[in-house]
């Protein structure tokens, strides 16, 4: 199985409403919330993790094209969902390296400005508050947790490589993507929560001459969103 190239995608996620990625805390603050969001452990600012986006994306896909297995992950190992995202440890497929990578995602400097100016921003969260209410006795039970707020950007990459006698891995994930900015990123989607867009996007190949430097990368382009980006043409 040889390898032909990698195709480098980056870009920005924008969250059009508040995104909620949920992390772990040892201890409730008072006045904190008990739905804390998956933050940098140095700088404790929020971040998107490579397999959330990832992961959704490969669900998307799965339902699209009808690869749910008992209600669980596609376990074949050789159709092209198995093929790009990877198969499991203990499958014995011939399919080869998974052929993506997606990078942990990180807020841009002017999104950590953006939260630094705000009062109600607080190490790049705002807390919402919400009630929960009782069907029988209409009982509010008041609840609040937190989510980046909307408008904040951050810097993604993702890298697809293909190997000889590989098929549209490149298109897949850009169909994947798609699917993504209408459905939702996270936690409590369907009460408006984790809907974004991918923005400025610029794609690169670079053929395997490139790594022993023997060839340049070629630019295919820069795309303002995915509605730009032809995939018929790719």
């Not at 904190?32 to 969001?37: A, E, L, M, R, T």
């Not at 198995?82 to 497929?93: E, K, L, P, Q, Y």
């Not at 295919?220 to 032809?230: K, R, Y």
């Given at each position: 199985?040889?390898?032909?190239?990698?195709?480098?995608?980056?870009?920005?996620?924008?969250?059009?409403?508040?995104?909620?990625?949920?992390?772990?805390?040892?201890?409730?603050?008072i006045?904190?919330?008990?739905?804390?969001?998956?933050?940098?452990?140095?700088?404790?600012?929020?971040?998107?993790?490579?397999?959330?986006?990832?992961?959704k994306?490969?669900?998307?896909l799965?339902?699209?094209?009808?690869?749910?297995?008992?209600?669980?992950?596609?376990?074949?190992?050789?159709?092209?969902?198995?093929?790009?995202?990877?198969?499991?440890?203990?499958?014995?497929?011939?399919?080869?390296?998974?052929?993506?990578?997606?990078?942990?995602?990180?807020?841009?400097?002017?999104?950590?400005?953006?939260?630094?100016?705000?009062?109600?921003?607080?190490?790049?969260?705002?807390?919402?508050?919400?009630?929960?209410?009782?069907?029988i006795?209409?009982?509010?039970?008041?609840?609040?947790?937190?989510?980046?707020?909307?408008?904040?950007?951050?810097?993604?990459?993702?890298?697809?490589?293909?190997?000889?006698?590989?098929?549209?891995?490149?298109?897949?994930?850009?169909?994947?993507l798609?699917?993504?900015?209408?459905?939702?990123?996270?936690?409590?989607?369907?009460?408006?929560?984790g809907?974004?867009?991918?923005?400025?996007?610029?794609?690169?190949e670079?053929?395997?001459?490139?790594?022993?430097g023997?060839a340049?990368?070629?630019?295919?382009?820069?795309?303002?969103?995915?509605?730009n980006?032809?995939?018929?043409a790719?």
């Amino acid at each position: 199985m040889r390898f032909q190239k990698n195709y480098i995608i980056t870009g920005e996620i924008l969250c059009r409403t508040g995104l909620h990625i949920g992390g772990s805390k040892d201890s409730i603050e008072i006045g904190g919330s008990d739905n804390p969001i998956m933050r940098d452990p140095v700088t404790r600012l929020p971040y998107i993790p490579g397999s959330s986006l990832k992961g959704k994306m490969r669900s998307l896909l799965e339902l699209k094209l009808d690869r749910v297995s008992n209600g669980g992950p596609c376990k074949c190992g050789e159709c092209e969902i198995c093929r790009v995202f990877g198969s499991a440890a203990d499958n014995t497929s011939s399919a080869g390296p998974t052929r993506i990578i997606v990078r942990d995602a990180f807020p841009t400097d002017e999104t950590v400005n953006m939260w630094d100016e705000s009062s109600d921003v607080v190490e790049g969260a705002e807390l919402k508050y919400e009630n929960a209410l009782d069907r029988i006795t209409s009982r509010a039970n008041p609840r609040n947790q937190e989510r980046v707020p909307r408008g904040s950007r951050f810097g993604f990459e993702i890298i697809v490589s293909e190997y000889e006698g590989d098929t549209d891995n490149f298109r897949l994930v850009l169909e994947g993507l798609r699917l993504l900015e209408d459905s939702y990123l996270g936690g409590s989607g369907t009460r408006g929560y984790g809907k974004v867009e991918f923005r400025d996007i610029k794609i690169t190949e670079r053929p395997a001459e490139y790594y022993r430097g023997e060839a340049d990368e070629n630019a295919i382009g820069d795309f303002e969103s995915l509605a730009n980006i032809n995939l018929a043409a790719e």
